[in-house]
Antibody, heavy 121, light 107 residues
Framework: QVQLQESGPGLVKPSETLSLTCTVS????????WSWIRQPPGKGLEWIGY???????NYNPSLKSRVTMSIDTSKNQFSLKLSSVTAADTALYYCARVSAYSGNHDVFDNWGQGTLVTVSS | DIQMTQSPSSLSASVGDRVTITCRAN??????LNWYQQKPGKAPKVLIYAASSLQSGVPSRFSGSGSGTDFTLTIRSLQPEDFATYYCQQSYSTQYTFGQGTKLEIK
C-alpha cells in the first residue's frame, strides 16, 4: 500500500517562498503523476499542479507564475515551491498520486495526510 | 478552465435516507468525472471514477451517473459514517478542477 507524507515548515512569512516535500513509500514511484492540492481552512480543494517521474510538469494557470515542482526519483520524493506567498496561500497542503483508471481517467487515488502552512509575519 | 458547480452546497438528511448530489460542468467533459468523500481532519478519498465506476472497497450504496455536463452522486440508505463533504472533480482537462463541495449533515 503506497503511503505519502508531506513535510516542511508550518509557518512562512509573507513574500517568502513556501517549500514542501512529499515522501512516497510502499509502492512504485515511476509511471505516475505526483500532485499537490491545497485546501484553505474551511474551504474547498484547489489543484496546484503535478510532476511526472520524468520531471515534466503541469501547473494550475492561476498559480503557474509562482509554482515550481520537482522530483527526486532516487529518494522517492517530490517537492513544491510557491513563491511570493501571501495570507491567501494559508492552507492545508496535500500531496497525492494521480493514477490512470480505465486507461485514461486520471484519479487522485492516494493522498498524504496534509500539512498546514500558515503565512504570517 | 473547466468550472465545476455542485448543488446543493449543504444538505441535511437522516440515517436511512437516499440523497443525491449534483455536479455540473460548464462544458462537456464526457464521463471524466470523479467523486471524493472528505471527513473532518482527513484527506479526501475517491468513491467513484469515470462518472459511474465504483472504487474498490467503496460500499455499493454509493453510485454515480451522468455524462456530458450533468452528473449525480447518489447514496442509497445513508449510514452514520456517510456524513461528510463530497467533491466532484473533472479529469477531461489536465487542468484538473474540483466542485466547491457539498456538506452532508445529520438532520
Amino acid at each position: 500500500q503506497v503511503q505519502l507524507q508531506e513535510s516542511g515548515p508550518g509557518l512562512v512569512k509573507p513574500s517568502e517562498t513556501l517549500s514542501l516535500t512529499c515522501t512516497v513509500s510502499g509502492g512504485s514511484f515511476s509511471t505516475y503523476y505526483w500532485s499537490w492540492i491545497r485546501q484553505p481552512p474551511g474551504k474547498g480543494l484547489e489543484w496546484i499542479g503535478y510532476v511526472f517521474y520524468s520531471g515534466s510538469t503541469n501547473y494550475n494557470p492561476s498559480l503557474k507564475s509562482r509554482v515550481t515542482m520537482s522530483i527526486d526519483t532516487s529518494k522517492n520524493q517530490f517537492s513544491l515551491k510557491l513563491s511570493s506567498v501571501t495570507a491567501a496561500d494559508t492552507a492545508l497542503y496535500y500531496c497525492a498520486r494521480v493514477s490512470a483508471y480505465s486507461g485514461n481517467h486520471d484519479v487522485f487515488d492516494n493522498w498524504g495526510q496534509g500539512t498546514l502552512v500558515t503565512v504570517s509575519s | 478552465d473547466i468550472q465545476m458547480t455542485q448543488s446543493p452546497s449543504s444538505l441535511s438528511a437522516s440515517v436511512g435516507d437516499r440523497v443525491t448530489i449534483t455536479c455540473r460542468a460548464n462544458q462537456s467533459i464526457s464521463n471524466y468525472l470523479n467523486w471524493y468523500q472528505q471527513k473532518p481532519g482527513k484527506a479526501p478519498k475517491v468513491l467513484i471514477y469515470a462518472a459511474s465506476s465504483l472504487q474498490s472497497g467503496v460500499p455499493s450504496r454509493f453510485s454515480g451517473s451522468g455524462s456530458g455536463t450533468d452528473f449525480t452522486l447518489t447514496i442509497r440508505s445513508l449510514q452514520p459514517e456517510d456524513f461528510a463533504t463530497y467533491y466532484c472533480q473533472q479529469s477531461y482537462s489536465t487542468q484538473y478542477t474540483f466542485g466547491q463541495g457539498t456538506k452532508l449533515e445529520i438532520k
